[in-house]
């Protein structure tokens, strides 16, 4: 026994509803069979394999670009910082154990 929804009112309903109709609505109960007859139209159809793309063009406002490779920069000096932090540790560390 399981719960289905009422194909008019959404509503609720046990498969087994002794006379096949939906009590909120009164509507037919959908069966198994409609059931997996809406699920294959709504299934997505079979598609090729992916192409490969190759982009040859990019059209971009020169104040954009300026604007996107100045927001790089900035975020490349918290990168750096954190490389600087990141060295020094495990410099100290292969000191600490007399590596280097």
């Not at 939906?22 to 009164?26: F, G, H, K, Q």
């Not at 409609?34 to 699920?39: E, F, G, T, V």
């Given at each position: 026994m399981s719960i289905i929804r009422c194909s008019g009112c959404q509503a609720a309903i046990q498969d087994t509803a002794p006379d096949g109709l939906?009590?909120?609505?009164?509507g037919?109960?959908?069966t198994v069979r409609?059931?997996?007859?809406?699920?294959?139209r709504?299934?997505?159809?079979?598609r090729p394999d992916p192409m490969p793309v190759i982009v040859t063009d990019v059209q971009m406002p020169l104040w954009s670009l300026m604007l996107l490779m100045l927001t790089w920069a900035?975020?490349?000096?918290?990168?750096v910082f954190i490389l600087i932090l990141v060295t020094a540790f495990l410099v100290g560390?292969?000191?600490?154990i007399g590596l280097i």
């Open positions: 939906c009590d909120a609505c009164r037919q109960i959908p409609d059931l997996h007859r809406m699920q294959d709504t299934a997505t159809p079979h900035v975020a490349a000096i918290p990168a560390i292969l000191r600490g």
